[in-house]
């Protein structure tokens, strides 16, 4: 069987994401991938104080003060040193720089809260509400140069209560989310592997 993909998952906070793309690799250790990194642009980001406990391996630098590009380089060499083969945005709340976003090409995925293409950048469950929708949700993409608009992978639907605060309803997408990212990525990494077997 073909080595696992190895992911580097990236954050900005507190991580329930890259925590449940841990917890679907360690229920099959199976799966197509292997999570060999968690990077944060955080330092104190509670997701990295999390992934450490798991025993996976961290690395953190503040973007403050540097350019985009500077700061995607440094963390291009770590993700290279890790030999990471895929980058998945979990929650990663800082832009990649057109630099980075060509290298890894088809190799970055990201999960936003929302039914893509509705709702692209912030405020998506306010929005969704605010746009008298009847249902809400989250999409896996692969990440392109412009925001939130890469081929969509996986969505998950949940539908809108007449008495939904962005809150209540960020709490249920959220649930989905950490069913859809998990299954989204274990897709993704197979059929790279397929691909390149040819
Ligand atoms: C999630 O809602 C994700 O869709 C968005 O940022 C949030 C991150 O949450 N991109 P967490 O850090 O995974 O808990």
């Given at each position: 069987m073909a080595d696992k993909v190895k992911v580097a998952v990236l954050i900005s906070g507190r991580g329930s994401n890259m925590l449940a793309l841990s917890e679907h690799k360690r229920k099959d250790p199976?799966?197509?991938?292997?999570?060999v990194l968690v990077a944060s642009n955080?330092?104190?980001?509670r997701g990295l104080v999390l992934a450490r406990r798991l025993g996976i391996a961290t690395w953190s630098l503040s973007?403050?003060?540097?350019k985009r590009e500077e700061f995607d380089a440094l963390l291009d060499s770590e993700l290279r040193r890790r030999d990471v083969e895929l980058v998945a945005l979990a929650g990663y709340m800082r832009l990649l720089s057109p630099w980075f976003i060509e290298r890894w090409q088809g190799r970055i995925l990201n999960i936003h809260?929302?039914?893509?293409?509705?709702?692209?950048?912030?405020d998506t469950h306010k929005r969704a509400l605010d746009a008298g929708d009847s249902e809400a949700g989250c999409s896996v993409h692969v990440v392109t140069e412009?925001?939130?608009?890469?081929?969509?992978?996986g969505q998950a639907r949940v539908r809108i209560r007449p008495r939904d605060t962005p809150e209540s309803l960020a709490e249920r997408v959220l649930a989905e989310e950490h069913k859809l990212y998990p299954v989204a990525l274990e897709q993704y990494c197979a059929a790279l592997r397929e691909a390149e077997a040819g």
């Open positions: 199976d799966r197509a991938y292997e999570i955080v330092p104190e980001a973007h403050q003060g540097m809260p929302s039914l893509l293409p509705l709702h692209k950048g912030l412009a925001l939130d608009d890469g081929a969509v992978i």
